[in-house]
């Protein structure tokens, strides 16, 4: 099969990073995929891979885009695409209206954040990271939906790899346990557990607790993280929180961590290296993965809301205790650390995943199961007016001051204790 995978962004994440990775494995399978998108720091991860990088017309600034849509269109038929596959809602909504609608490439859209957009078409084949959402999106009358958990590849991501001097280049002390946190620092999802966090450490190292974090990512909420990490050092009276800045590639800063606090990918990536996991979430969320809450993780995925609304304080508090006895009991961390690793391994393979994947692509195009002209049109105006819904609804927050970002993870509707 041809296959063109479209991850949302080409920053460093999540779920852009298991898009590429899950398109080489793919690949590697026998099919011939190409990857599309936007200029930024993963495309030097794409070509690491040897896919092809096809790069994103720079007038789509707008999400979704009918300038992304016609590029797409145009590949689709120019190279003879089988599938189009957009990573979260807006490069799916782009991959439907574009090449599903206008030349009968077959779309599939995989959702990895956390809540499924409304208006995403019936009629295209779905996956979802976690039970949850799978059974949700079922149940709002998704044809096709497959529960593909975010793949790990393991042996790239071990027990094995060096930390690579991780703890010198960052000045880090080495005698000192090491929380790391890998991700986008972003408002969306991130912003409030990165923030307590910081005020946890602070407050642990102000209390005579030896511990200290490193921050790897970057982001446009850097400059409120920056301030964070500056007020815990200056409570703690050292050096404790430390800010890497982007690194194109995190393992290093993964094998040198004695705990790793994480959601979604970047938590089981953590967990292939055989680390502790502290699950970061919103609200005050924080939990250890221990065999009594690992069905919990395997059931909402590696992510949680809590029931505060004042979730970085609440969060601050609840991260402190989970680490005080954790740091105390170095012992545990092995145990911990075997258990995350002997399920990654056995769950969460990037090779198992690739077959998953290559089932739903076989699905999508087979001739025999396409939907009408006629039910592809009716689901394309319900896509068109749910779309139109909740951007005049997203104008009106903005106006008001009340939303400051674009992507769906804010306007989900969540409310403490894990409502939607």
Known sequence: MRVLVYPHAMEIGGSQLNAVELAAAVRDRGHEVLVFGEDGPLVDVVRDRGLEFVPRDPRARRRPSSYAAAQLTRLAMGRRLDVVHGYEWPPGVEAFGGPRLRSGTAAVCTVMSMAVAPFLPRTMPLVVGTEELRAGAAANGHRSVTLLEPPVDVEANSPAVSPAGFRAQHELDPDVPLMVMVCRLVPELKLEGLLAACDAVGELVGSGVAVQLAVVGDGPARDLVEEAAAKANAHAGRRAVVLTGLLVDPKPAYAAADVMLAMGGSALRGLAFGKPLVV??????????????????????????????????????????????????????????ALGRRLVVERFSLQAAAAVQERVYEAAANPIAQPSRATLSADAATMLIGLTSHKVRRRWQRWRGTVATDDFNAVAGRTPGGRR
């Open 280 to 337: 970061q979430g919103e609200h005050g969320y924080w939990e250890l993965l221990t065999a009594s809450t690992q069905p919990t993780f395997l059931r909402q995925g590696w992510y949680g809301v809590g029931s505060d609304a004042d979730g970085r304080a609440v969060g601050a508090g609840r991260l402190a205790g989970i680490l005080t006895p954790l740091l105390a009991d170095r012992d545990r961390w092995a145990e911990l650390g």
